[in-house]
């Protein structure tokens, strides 16, 4: 798979990129490690060789799946983590970054994120400039290597980067989850930032598995994602799919695929996808082979707009 530079770093990462908020199990139903962590290889087998976790998954416990899975090729991969926002204090961050070693098995992480701005989810308010201040402690003592956010506003961002070089953000980023497109997509082209989507096949529309009458299991985060749970969204969903498939039968791929393809083709940015296993894992690589014309860029563009014209500004899927 070829290779794209992170940011304005020296660091080369797949344009799919393995996700493994569900390897954490809370927020997920029927995850099996034994089949996460085939996943995970199977990824990279396949020659996805970034992945992405974080401290808040599982309090840890992806951190520690993701070692069981790649501590022995270590070196062959690019490995991203997250630190939370009840963390931003500069010896929180420090504190943090030393368990995510730890939990890696690792004595370096390539790409270490704010996973949310401060204040989220009731944490304290930290200035990002001590915050900064303590990745920029990291990056020079070699324990990352680069600096990245996650679900940043386009002002926010701007604002980290005062403090020192972000080479990436992290968004909600799909066909049918367009947010990012109107400020934070401008600013990084603009500045070099790689934007690393997450829930790059809207937590599993995008797949078409889901028909018209699916009911998720106890615990799945996603049966509080506003495009499933309300009706007028999952119907313009269902019709936006129909229009999808006659495309992807003809470029001889899934829905899936189609949907990674033209993600990957959007500026700056690479695509996470999730994998319970092997199979789905090698599955989501092969969408790097799909290669689409301005055209048909153009057509898939249009269909995806059914789904997210009608939406409103709310950044993120769910009310949780």
Not at 69 to 80: G, N, S, T, W
Not at 145 to 162: D, K, L, P
Not at 176 to 202: D, G, Q, T
Not at 272 to 289: L, S, Y
């Amino acid at each position: 798979m070829e290779k794209r530079t992170l940011g304005n770093s020296e660091i080369e990462i797949t344009p799919i990129i393995m996700g493994t908020w569900q390897a954490g199990k809370r927020g997920w139903a029927d995850i099996e490690d034994s089949e996460t962590i085939k996943g995970i290889r199977g990824a990279v087998d396949a020659g996805i060789t970034t992945i992405d976790t974080a401290e808040i998954y599982g309090d840890g416990y992806s951190e520690r799946i993701v070692a069981q899975a790649l501590a022995d090729v270590r070196e062959q991969v690019i490995l991203a983590t997250k630190v939370f926002p009840n963390h931003l204090k500069y010896n929180q961050v420090i504190e943090a970054c030393d368990r995510s070693l730890k939990n890696l098995k690792t004595d370096y992480i390539d790409l270490y994120q704010i996973h949310w701005p401060s204040g989220a989810f009731n944490s304290e308010i930290v200035p990002i400039e001590e915050t900064m201040n303590a990745l920029n402690k990291l990056k020079k003592e070699g324990k990352i290597r680069a600096i990245g956010v996650s679900n940043f506003s386009r002002e926010q961002t701007a604002e980290a980067a005062q403090y020192g070089q972000i080479d990436s953000t992290q968004p909600p980023y799909s066909l049918f989850w367009r947010k990012i497109e109107k400020e934070e997509m401008p600013y990084c082209v603009e500045n070099n930032i790689s934007i690393i989507a997450y829930s790059s096949l809207a937590q599993g529309l995008l797949t078409g598995k889901f028909g018209p009458d699916h009911r998720f299991a106890e615990g799945d985060i996603r049966a509080k994602n506003r495009l499933f749970y309300i009706k007028e969204n999952y119907e313009r969903v269902q019709t936006a799919l129909e229009k999808l498939r006659p495309i992807a039968e003809s470029k001889q791929c899934s829905l899936a695929q189609l949907a990674i393809a033209w993600l990957i083709a959007q500026p700056q940015t690479k695509a996470i996808v999730g994998a319970r296993n092997a199979e789905q894992a090698t599955a989501n690589a092969k969408a790097g082979d799909v290669k689409l014309s301005e055209d048909e860029l153009a057509e898939i563009d249009a269909i995806g707009r059914i789904v997210t014209d009608p939406l409103d500004d709310r950044p993120v899927m769910w009310d949780f």
